[in-house]
């Protein structure tokens, strides 16, 4: 299952003049939505999507539509009639909504990045791993991180928030291989919580502690477009 939170309070954009949820934005004939879910469209026929939104400015309506033009076969919407405590937590809410059960795979992706042509790795490795973070050469204080245990098999061997312990720059996109293990991490991060906001990423710290096999796909930056702030926004504006 692909999980799309979108439940944001798009402050940024509202503060710089922005009367529409950023995923509503036009952007080069179609919606930033639209990009942002299309990463996924080798996927339409045959994975289903989860939404999970907020009640603005017609927001149920607009995904359905959207969706309809994108031509998925399989997806549900979604809405929270309240903030979250953090992306981590609106997917709960949404799996809890839609009666998602534990075998489920997730992969989580934001709503304000790019990445098409997206596929799931296929290395070895993927047979064996119980989730990964897909990743970018990067630096700065805005990004989760992950750090590399070394050796042959690119396995994680620590995850952060917000906190630069490598240059491997998470792109947005976390899989989990089951949604009860998605839940377990949760869990013990709301019992021993590393930040003040529940972020996807030091999830992974959990199941690393426990024994699981946590990994990282490595992709070139040039493979993403980033869409989160109205600076990225105006950028692709720009492009041709």
Known sequence: MIVIPMAGLSRRFSEAGYRLPKYMLPLQGRSVFAHA?????????????????RPVDGTEAFIMREC???GMADFRVVMLDAPTAGQAETVERGLDHAGIGPEA??????????????RHPEAAWTRRSDGYLE???G??????YVRPAGGDEP??????????????CCTGLYHFARADEFRTALAAE?????LGERYVAPLYNHLIAAGRRI????VPLSAITFCGVPAEYEAALGCG
């Open 37 to 53: 879910v299309a990463s996924f469209a080798a996927y339409f026929p045959t994975d289903r999507f989860l939404f999970i939104a």
């Open 68 to 70: 309809a033009a994108l």
């Open 105 to 118: 795979s997730l992969t989580i992706f934001n709503i304000d990045t790019f990445r098409p042509g997206f």
């Open 135 to 137: 990743v970018f050469r």
């Open 139 to 144: 630096s700065g204080a805005n990004w989760s």
């Open 155 to 168: 396995l994680a061997l620590e995850t952060a928030e917000k906190r630069q312990i490598s240059d491997l």
């Open 190 to 194: 709301r019992a021993a919580p590393s």
């Open 215 to 218: 990994h990282y796909a490595e």
